[in-house]
């Protein structure tokens, strides 16, 4: 009895003196790419011991490996890029609804799904950039105005492909209605200079070959393009500034419908939507932190303030089959 006694006594002071080391771990899909999420996820492990692990791959097979896998699936978040994305993956069932104060309190509620089933995490605009040796920039003044014949052979698109145009057109379709919007799509493939590019950096490398002198991209795309050349000859130009403001879009998250760690899942997610976690979040990709109390990077700042649309951005995944077929009827390959 004395031994068994003594061996208990061992027992229970070795583990009140070991590290306490969570067994809580966080499976994540991710579209957003490793060098962006990594160093976020590291500091959160480094705070509170819970590991994540993480796959990336573009939205369209992270999304159909989730339904693929159902109930079975290691994955408790996804994040993924453009609101139009995240609709899509609530649509089918693979996001759940959450309640989450904290969430509701640091994300504005144009930037969030209004079923809570995603949240954005940062955000980006989709913005005007010109030659800053060819074009004025009284020139400019709104989507809509690159449909004018002013613009004729000057303008340069990506191609309708990718759904960053899509939620574009989208957005566009439920602030100016059906019909204008597909007369300015039918605008702008009437002034191309030359077939749409299957990006925003050779869009942008366009105008300054001259081959154009105005094109639409992400504003990260012109930061990356910025940082790299700091003398480069083009500049942003923040349109609709008199009526709806610049069009905005997210990166965001929601809670896979059958997480296996769901709480911890939650935690992670609020925590993103936290000042430590958005300057990193928005930081590593020059974007916009969608928590208004967080400063964007100096960078970022020095492009300057502009008026953003606050209409929902669920929208732009509502209304993206009706763009697709819209840009495809006006010719906008």
Same mark, same amino acid.
């Given at each position: 009895m004395?031994?068994?006694?003594q *061996?208990?006594?061992?027992i =229970? !002071? =070795?583990?009140?003196? @070991?590290?306490v080391v969570s067994a809580?771990q966080i499976?994540v899909y991710s579209? /957003?790419?490793e060098h962006l999420i990594?160093p976020?996820?590291? /500091?959160?492990?480094?705070k509170?011991?819970?590991?994540?692990?993480y796959? *990336?791959?573009?939205?369209? %097979?992270?999304? @159909?490996?989730l339904?693929?896998?159902g109930?079975n =699936? %290691?994955?408790?978040?996804?994040?993924t890029?453009d609101?139009?994305?995240?609709?899509h993956?609530?649509?089918?069932?693979v996001?759940?609804?959450?309640?989450?104060? *904290?969430l509701l309190?640091?994300?504005?509620? &144009?930037?969030? +799904?209004?079923q809570k089933r995603w949240?954005g995490?940062?955000v /980006?605009?989709?913005?005007?950039v010109?030659s800053?040796?060819?074009?004025n920039?009284?020139e400019?003044?709104?989507?809509?105005?690159l449909?004018?014949?002013?613009?004729r052979?000057?303008l340069?698109?990506? #191609?309708?492909?990718?759904?960053?145009?899509q939620?574009l057109? @989208?957005m566009?379709?439920?602030?100016l209605g059906?019909?204008? !919007?597909?007369?300015?799509v039918r605008?702008?493939v009437?002034?191309?200079?030359?077939p749409?590019?299957s990006? +925003?950096?050779?869009?942008?490398?366009?105008?300054l070959?001259g $081959?154009?002198d105005? #094109?639409?991209?992400n504003t990260?795309?012109?930061?990356r393009m910025?940082s790299?050349?700091?003398?480069?000859?083009?500049a942003?130009?923040?349109p609709? $500034? @008199?009526d709806?403001?610049?069009?905005?879009?997210v990166s965001?998250?929601?809670? =896979?419908?059958?997480?296996? &760690?769901?709480?911890?899942?939650i935690?992670?997610?609020e925590w993103l939507?936290s000042t430590?976690a $958005?300057e990193?979040?928005a930081?590593?990709?020059m974007e916009?932190p969608?928590? %208004?109390?967080?400063?964007?990077a100096?960078?970022? $700042?020095?492009?300057g303030?502009f008026?953003?649309?606050d *209409?929902?951005i669920a929208k732009?995944?509502?209304?993206? #089959?009706e763009?697709?077929m819209?840009m495809?009827?006006?010719g906008? /390959?």
């Amino acid at each position: 009895m004395k031994r068994l006694i003594q *061996t208990l006594m061992l027992i =229970t !002071a =070795t583990t009140l003196a @070991a590290p306490v080391v969570s067994a809580e771990q966080i499976v994540v899909y991710s579209a /957003r790419n490793e060098h962006l999420i990594k160093p976020v996820f590291d /500091r959160y492990t480094q705070k509170t011991g819970v590991e994540i692990k993480y796959i *990336t791959d573009k939205e369209g %097979p992270l999304l @159909a490996r989730l339904k693929a896998e159902g109930a079975n =699936t %290691p994955a408790d978040m996804l994040i993924t890029v453009d609101a139009g994305n995240l609709w899509h993956a609530a649509q089918e069932g693979v996001l759940a609804p959450l309640e989450s104060e *904290t969430l509701l309190a640091n994300i504005p509620a &144009h930037l969030r +799904d209004p079923q809570k089933r995603w949240f954005g995490l940062s955000v /980006r605009a989709r913005t005007i950039v010109y030659s800053s040796e060819r074009v004025n920039p009284g020139e400019l003044s709104s989507y809509e105005d690159l449909a004018d014949p002013k613009w004729r052979k000057r303008l340069c698109l990506r #191609t309708s492909k990718k759904v960053y145009n899509q939620s574009l057109v @989208a957005m566009m379709m439920e602030r100016l209605g059906k019909e204008q !919007a597909e007369e300015v799509v039918r605008g702008w493939v009437a002034n191309l200079a030359v077939p749409p590019f299957s990006n +925003d950096t050779k869009a942008m490398e366009a105008v300054l070959a001259g $081959q154009c002198d105005v #094109t639409i991209v992400n504003t990260y795309y012109f930061g990356r393009m910025q940082s790299k050349d700091p003398a480069i000859k083009l500049a942003l130009y923040w349109p609709n $500034q @008199a009526d709806s403001g610049v069009h905005v879009n997210v990166s965001g998250a929601g809670i =896979t419908r059958h997480a296996k &760690h769901k709480q911890a899942a939650i935690d992670l997610l609020e925590w993103l939507s936290s000042t430590t976690a $958005q300057e990193m979040f928005a930081g590593l990709n020059m974007e916009y932190p969608v928590n %208004p109390e967080v400063e964007t990077a100096p960078q970022v $700042q020095a492009w300057g303030d502009f008026k953003g649309d606050d *209409t929902n951005i669920a929208k732009a995944g509502e209304l993206q #089959t009706e763009a697709v077929m819209l840009m495809d009827r006006a010719g906008y /390959r």
